[in-house]
Structure formats: structure tokens, C-alpha cells
């Protein structure tokens, strides 16, 4: 994983990483930052593809069962052309040819739009294949540490982070107001993009049975700046109190923005909800789906915290199911509710409709 912890650095800096499947290397770049494709072109001796997600392309109205597909690209395509097929809202269907020539990815463009996703870029690739004329040029690059090679099938693991490697790094007493006497134990993924915290409140000695717990996704919006967009500041004061009530517990304080996009998609979305569309709808639109969000890490750090029966406050099945097939046993299910408000409402009717969470009591009340 080493490698590719190098190359996602490489790849937030704007640099293209070679991606290998079985002997066949592919240059890859991200879309987002890029202003053309002639660079890429040059380097790899062919011309680019794009490669975009299953759900980019229902947003444009192209059904696809693969998870991915490769456009190639007109060498006269423009900068606004291309960032458009990757995060335009309304697409017209096939201008001048653009969509022609569409064909699932292979291993190595799925490798590559795993990369982007991991980097917390827009789900959008930037693909040549390296050509018999310029294999040389790129060997000598990567000899000399000028590119990075990974391997395609890891590229498609990296999603997942690392489990069982997260790293317990620092923790001390924050006392809360509403939970006087807790502890922030912080962790660390490999790669060192993504940073946990487990508040562990109360003394875990005094714990018996099931372990209350949340897991609360990070929302800077919301938790810090008291956004109305949706009610997760709430939910996590709320979590906390709870868990204070039934005499101690933990609150997983995870880095998973805008559930697992990012801050950045996170804004780029709710400027598409600003024109209209619900939040699976915009997420969609920039080429993600309903929930990009991975629960190994929830798993790793209760395991460290020696949890293994738990109590949970969430309104979502997934999470739920996430634990169990991490081996933690969730013994029950407490609802977490925050207010509904004129300004969250379509955000939630959204969660409960579309994302199955289980909304129906807090909902049915402004009926």
C-alpha cells in the first residue's frame, strides 16, 4: 500500500501516476485542476480517455451496468467540454459525438477512478494507455522517481483504507458540557489523509454489558458551524448527552464529510440541491453514489477499544450492518433525532426515502 499512498498524494498534487494491469500501463491524471489533455497525450504517446462512474453516467442518461466507462476523447475537445461530461447538471445527449465510442472500464481505468475517489477528487479520470513509442521515456521516468507505478487490483483496494492497520497516535481529557469527564483517543489511517477520534465518556471499567455507541460522520457545516442544512450538529450533541444518560460509552468521531465525498464534493453538491435536486441527486450528478461511506475503520477502532457488544444510536441499517459484519455485535438500536426544520426537511425526507434510514417517527410529526 505504500505506493499507492505516494501516488494519491501525486494525484491531489496534479501529477499523473502510471496504473499497471497485468503489463498494460495506463497513465492516468485527475480530471479536476486539469485545463487539457495534450500533456497527458504527449507523455503516454496516445490519446486520453475519460473515464467516469456508473452513476456520472445515469446522470447523464446512459445506463450502464459496469461500474465504470471509458469515453476516448476529440483531440479539439475543450476545457469546458470536459469538465462538463464529468459535473455539468444537465448534459445535452450526445453533443457532436461526444458519447460515442463508450465502453466499460477495464481493470486499470476502475483502478484509476478508485484513486480519485480515495483522494477526494471528483470521481473522474484522465486515461492513456503508455504506447510501444514513449515505454521507454516512462521507464526512465519512473527510474528516476519522476513517476509512480502501482498496481491496478491494489489502486481498487485502497477504497477500503487499511484494515487492521489503523494507528492509535494520541488521546487526553476534554471534559464536554455535557459529559464532564471524557477522553478523545485519536487514530490514524496509513496513508495519513484521515484522522479519527473515539470519545470514549465515562469510565470504560465501569461498563457492563452492551457499550453505548454512535458513530457520527464529521460534518464541518453542521457540527462545528451550526449549518440548517441538516441537523447533524445536532445529532452529535444529542449522542453525546444520550450516551452520558446511560452511564458512559463512545462517540466514533469519523472523517467520512458529506457521507465519504469529501468537503469539497460536499459544497459542490449543495450547490446542485440549490438548483433543485434532493442529495442522492447531486451526489449522483458528480459521479458518486448514495452513500460512499466505509465502516472497516469503525471496526478497527473498537477493536483497539476492546468493544465488542454494542448499544446503537443511529436511524441507519447500514451501520448496523456494517458492525455485524465486522464481528461487533449490536445488540440493540436507540433513534438519535435532530429538529426538522423548513430548511433540513427535504435533506431528511431525502435520508428516510431514498437512503432507508429510519426516519418515520421525527417526519410523521410535521405531517
Keep these: 500500500m505504500y505506493q499507492i499512498e505516494r501516488a494519491i498524494f501525486d494525484i491531489r498534487r496534479g501529477l499523473p501516476v502510471v496504473v499497471n494491469a497485468d503489463g498494460q500501463r495506463l497513465l492516468v491524471q485527475a480530471l479536476e485542476g486539469s485545463e487539457s489533455v495534450e500533456t497527458l497525450a504527449q507523455t503516454a504517446g496516445s490519446r486520453p480517455a475519460l473515464v467516469l462512474t456508473r452513476h456520472r453516467l445515469a446522470a447523464m442518461g446512459i445506463s450502464l451496468t459496469a461500474e465504470a466507462a471509458s469515453l476516448p476523447l476529440a483531440a479539439d475537445i475543450s476545457v469546458?467540454?470536459?469538465?462538463?461530461?464529468?459535473?455539468?447538471?444537465?448534459?445535452?445527449?450526445?453533443?457532436?459525438?461526444?458519447?460515442?465510442?463508450?465502453?466499460?472500464?477495464?481493470?486499470?481505468?476502475?483502478g484509476a477512478v478508485a484513486l480519485m475517489r480515495r483522494a477526494l477528487l471528483i470521481p473522474a479520470a484522465l486515461c492513456a494507455f503508455v504506447s510501444e513509442a514513449a515505454a521507454a521515456t516512462i521507464d526512465q521516468q519512473l527510474a528516476?522517481?519522476?513517476?509512480?507505478?502501482v498496481d491496478a487490483e491494489e489502486a481498487q483496494q485502497?477504497?477500503?483504507?487499511?484494515?487492521?492497520m489503523l494507528k492509535r497516535v494520541s488521546e487526553a481529557h476534554i471534559p464536554l458540557e455535557e459529559a464532564a469527564h471524557s477522553r478523545f483517543v485519536l487514530f490514524r489511517e496509513p496513508d495519513g489523509l484521515r484522522e479519527h477520534v473515539a470519545v470514549v465518556i465515562g469510565e470504560q471499567a465501569q461498563w457492563q454489558g452492551a457499550v453505548p455507541l454512535r458513530m457520527h460522520s464529521a460534518c464541518l457545516t453542521g457540527d462545528l458551524f451550526g449549518s440548517l442544512r441538516c441537523d447533524c450538529g445536532e445529532q452529535l450533541r444529542n449522542a453525546v448527552a444520550d450516551i452520558q444518560a446511560?452511564?458512559?460509552?463512545?462517540?466514533?468521531?469519523?472523517?467520512?464529510?458529506?457521507?465519504?465525498?469529501?468537503?469539497?464534493?460536499?459544497?459542490?453538491?449543495?450547490?446542485l440541491q440549490d438548483g433543485g435536486l434532493d442529495?442522492?441527486?447531486?451526489d449522483q450528478v458528480l459521479g458518486f453514489g448514495d452513500?460512499?461511506?466505509q465502516y472497516a475503520v469503525a471496526v478497527d477502532m473498537l477493536n483497539a477499544l476492546e468493544i465488542t457488544q454494542v448499544q446503537l444510536l443511529t436511524n441507519n441499517p447500514l451501520k448496523m450492518e456494517a458492525l455485524r459484519q465486522g464481528g461487533i455485535e449490536v445488540v440493540s438500536r436507540q433513534a438519535?433525532?435532530?429538529?426538522?426544520?423548513?430548511?433540513?426537511?427535504?435533506?431528511?425526507?431525502?435520508?428516510?426515502?431514498?437512503?432507508?434510514?429510519?426516519?418515520?417517527?421525527?417526519?410523521?410529526?410535521?405531517?
Design 158 to 164: 485502497c477504497l477500503a483504507g487499511a484494515p487492521g
Design 80 to 110: 469546458s467540454e470536459l469538465h462538463g461530461l464529468a459535473t455539468a447538471e444537465n448534459w445535452p445527449q450526445a453533443p457532436s459525438g461526444l458519447t460515442s465510442g463508450l465502453k466499460p472500464a477495464g481493470l486499470a481505468e476502475r
Design 291 to 293: 452513500d460512499e461511506r
Design 336 to 367: 438519535l433525532y435532530g429538529s426538522v426544520t423548513d430548511q433540513n426537511h427535504r435533506y431528511l425526507n431525502a435520508k428516510a426515502t431514498r437512503g432507508g434510514h429510519l426516519l418515520e417517527d421525527v417526519l410523521s410529526d410535521q405531517r
Design 279 to 282: 442529495t442522492v441527486d447531486a
Design 246 to 271: 446511560m452511564g458512559g460509552g463512545v462517540l466514533l468521531y469519523l472523517a467520512q464529510e458529506g457521507r465519504g465525498i469529501g468537503l469539497a464534493n460536499k459544497l459542490r453538491a449543495y450547490t
Design 144 to 149: 528516476q522517481g519522476r513517476l509512480l507505478e
